[in-house]
Every structure is written in structure tokens, then in C-alpha cells.
């Protein structure tokens, strides 16, 4: 395939079109879907006005559109087109009103295809996840009746053949947040073999993007190495922006704990990944660098994302909890499960600092959102925390060891003026670095090159 460069953008001279016949406008405007035994309705959410701007339509595909941080992105990315006068759809495998950002609930939201499995008896789940989001390209190509311009995918880049059969050609932007393939573990010959074909698929369709684009500077040097046929591709960085009006117009819910002087706060969903058994570790070392009363005003939140029919994040959060239980800390620290706005604000307001304990983080919204709200942030020194967060100004970079960890969150115990010091510094570092108004323009930008 013949493929010429714009910046980050992969243009491509080849076209591609339809092998079958016309489908009927009846067919296009379809509200049934064809399950084996008959049909069931769509699922439907929100209006499926896409805004009234006349710029380019955008259409995003995202496999679950919950409470991660690569929803974030979808959601922010949607919201600044939308503010830039495109109008903007977005497609998904599963979309529950009741547990989303809020922001969702304003934009034009379609789910279909979350009857097919996500997984095979716990297993496959890179599998279904192709096949859930190949069956959401189908749907929108054969059955939407929806004409768009520019197709925005992230995560699952299965998908992006089936876009490019449209029979009039689309362009394709892929935002890589971090290449499956290093997502899960190869520890037997059979799982080796399973994921073989996945990630050969992986780099072939994403190769097939006309633009592709990454969170971080990390990831990108990760995605030249990985993929070693797209060597050709330089991917541009288009780094996540905070909306910062959530920010600042949300009323505060109270969940803190009473009488609790020194609060410190994790935020991030229940995965093993994500190392949360860190926090508690430090927390538990932490207790023999103070005195008694300090102790006393300890308190460790462990908020997060939790999803009770993704198995990982009910057993591991029950093995948090034992963890807490073995290090005899139950009574100073507060499980959160899927709160809302208000109770994050309520938490970021209130907090000596967020402690973020991922290794080798794609980029993570996590310590933007803390340090706009004046929250110091103790993170891994790897990954994308080395982009976001500047060591001793904004927070501390440590290796991720308790007591690296627990030696930062003294600092914060002993010297009250530390927040304050390096919350103004973290709120000032988001809004010259991570501005909504600077990631709104370059991805409309890219928009514009792709429809030009």
C-alpha cells in the first residue's frame, strides 16, 4: 500500500471499496439487530445529534466506554470537536448512563454489540475485544445510515479494515495508548500461541491508520519498538488534556474521613497492574517514621475504578483488602469503589498528595487532574509521570518501593507548607503543558488534514 507523510498523519493515495452490493437505505436506517434466533433492539443513549457545527463529522469507536483513563480521552476529545464545530458521535461496545463520566450523557452515545462475550470462561479477552469492535464497525459501515468523514479508534485497531471497506472512502485517525501485546503475560506455550496471530494483527491494522498518534513521548519510543514494520512511522504525541471545567464548577461531596489531619489518596482502578498494594505497603512503613498522635491523623483513601463484571477488579479488590487486614492498617485506610465527580473533587480538595503507583504508566490523567487541583503527586519515576510531573516542584519521582514512598509522604507530614508550595506549582505546570485549548487545536488540526 502506497503511504505518504503530513507530520504525524499516514496519507494514503490507495482507496478502498465495498466487494458487495449497495446496501439499501432501509437497510442503513435499521433500528433492529440480527441475533441468532431473531432480532433484538439497539441499544440506544443520549441524542443521536451529533452537535450543529458544520465542520467535519467524527465518529469515535471505543470498545467500553466507562471509567478508565483512556475513556477520559475519548470523552475530552469528543467534547473539544464538538466545541470546534464537528459533529461527533461516539460508537461502543457497552455504555451503562450509570457509570460513566457525566460529561457522556450530553454527547451522542450509541452502544451495540455487548451480547457478544467479553471473554471465553475468564479467557480471550484481546479475542472478544476484536470481535466486539469488528461487530461495532460492521454495524456503523452496514446499519448506522450514518455518512462520516474521519473515524477516531483507540485500543482496538481490529477494526480499522473494516472502516476502510466503506464504499466511500474514510480516513482513519488511531490513537495508540499503549500496544496490547504488552499488556498481558506469555508464562505458557499455549498462551504464546494463542497471542501470535492477536499481535501480528495488532501491528497490521494499526499500520493501516491514516494517522496515528500517542499519549506520551514513553509511548512512542515503546511503539517503534514494538512494531517493527511500522518503522516507517513516526506517530506525533497529542498529550491528554484536563477539562478543567469539571473542575472548577463541581460542588465537592464529602467522603472524608473525620477527625483525619493527614490524608493521602490513591486513585486508580482495581488492576494488579496498577501496583495499589504499593500504597498500602507505604502506608505501612510510614507508621514507624512517626509518633503516636501523628499516626493517629493518618489516613490512606484507596479510591477506583470498579467494574463488578470484570473478574480482575472484584478479586483484587478483595486482596487489597486482605493486604490491608495482614498489615494491620484496616482501620487507617478507606476502600471507594466507583465514586462520583463530586466525592473525587471532595478528595483531591482535601488530601496531602495522590499517591500514583504504576510502573512503566502510559501517561495516566491521574496526576494532571491531582495537580490542577493543587494536589502534590508521589508517582513511579517511569513512564508517563516523567512527562507530567517535574520531581521536587510538583511532587516526588521515586522507585516503586515503600520506602521510597513512605519517605516522600513524611516530607508532607512534616512541613504543612509543602502542599501548598508545590499545589501551586502543579496547578500552573497543567495549564502551560496540558491545556484543553492546546489539545483541542492539534487534534482538530489533524481532523482538518485528514478531510482536506
Known amino acids: ?196 496471530p492477536l499481535d501480528w494483527l495488532e501491528e497490521y491494522t494499526t499500520g493501516m491508520a491514516d494517522c496515528i498518534v500517542v499519549n506520551s513521548n514513553f509511548t512512542a519510543n515503546v511503539f517503534k519498538n514494538t512494531f517493527k514494520s511500522l518503522n516507517h512511522i513516526k506517530p506525533d504525541v497529542l498529550y491528554p488534556s484536563l477539562n478543567v471545567s469539571t473542575f472548577d464548577t463541581i460542588v465537592p461531596a464529602s467522603i472524608i474521613p473525620q477527625g483525619k489531619k493527614y490524608l493521602f489518596l490513591s486513585i486508580n482502578r482495581f488492576e494488579r497492574k496498577k501496583n495499589l498494594a504499593l500504597a498500602l505497603e507505604a502506608l505501612h512503613d510510614l507508621r514507624g517514621r512517626l509518633d503516636a498522635q501523628e499516626w493517629n491523623e493518618v489516613h490512606l483513601v484507596l479510591a477506583g475504578g470498579y467494574d463488578e463484571r470484570v473478574l480482575e477488579n472484584v478479586e483484587h479488590y478483595e486482596e487489597l483488602k486482605t493486604i490491608a487486614t495482614k498489615l494491620n492498617i484496616s482501620e487507617e485506610v478507606t476502600f471507594v469503589r466507583s465514586f462520583s465527580d463530586e466525592q473525587k473533587i471532595s478528595l483531591f480538595s482535601n488530601s496531602l498528595c495522590v499517591l500514583y503507583t504504576p510502573s512503566n504508566e502510559h501517561f495516566g490523567i491521574v496526576p494532571l487532574e491531582a495537580m490542577y487541583m493543587r494536589c502534590p503527586v508521589i508517582a513511579v519515576n517511569s513512564g508517563g509521570p516523567l512527562e507530567s510531573v517535574i520531581n521536587s516542584v510538583t511532587g516526588f519521582l521515586c522507585d516503586p518501593l515503600p520506602t521510597q514512598f513512605s519517605e516522600a509522604m513524611e516530607k508532607f507530614v512534616r512541613d504543612p507548607a509543602l502542599k501548598n508550595t508545590m499545589g501551586a506549582a502543579g496547578r500552573a505546570r497543567v495549564t502551560e503543558k496540558f491545556s484543553s485549548e492546546a489539545f483541542t487545536e492539534q487534534l482538530y488540526q489533524y481532523i482538518c488534514r485528514l478531510t482536506q
Open 1 to 196: 500500500m502506497a503511504r505518504g507523510r503530513s507530520c504525524a498523519c499516514v496519507l494514503r493515495s490507495d482507496t478502498w471499496t465495498s466487494p458487495g452490493p449497495r446496501i439499501t437505505s432501509s437497510l442503513r436506517r435499521s433500528r433492529l439487530r440480527l441475533l441468532s434466533g431473531g432480532y433484538e433492539p439497539e441499544a440506544t443513549a443520549a441524542s443521536m445529534a451529533g452537535g450543529p457545527g458544520s465542520g467535519p463529522s467524527v465518529l469515535f469507536l471505543h470498545p467500553d466506554l466507562g471509567l478508565g483513563g483512556a475513556e477520559r480521552l475519548v470523552v475530552d476529545a469528543a467534547l473539544a470537536l464538538r466545541a470546534r464545530g464537528c459533529r461527533v458521535q461516539i460508537w461502543t461496545a457497552h455504555y451503562d448512563p450509570a457509570r460513566c463520566f457525566s460529561e457522556t450523557r450530553g454527547l451522542a452515545v450509541r452502544s451495540v454489540g455487548d451480547w457478544l462475550p467479553r471473554s471465553l470462561l475468564g479467557r480471550g479477552h484481546a479475542l472478544c475485544a476484536a470481535l466486539r469492535m469488528a461487530y461495532v464497525a460492521l454495524y456503523v459501515l452496514l446499519l448506522s445510515g450514518e455518512e462520516m468523514d474521519v473515524f477516531v479508534c483507540d485500543q482496538v485497531s481490529a477494526c480499522i479494515p473494516i472502516l476502510r471497506l466503506a464504499r466511500t472512502p474514510k480516513k482513519v485517525l488511531f490513537y495508540c495508548h499503549f500496544p496490547d501485546q504488552l499488556l498481558t503475560k506469555r508464562e505458557s506455550f499455549l498462551k504464546r500461541i494463542y497471542r501470535a
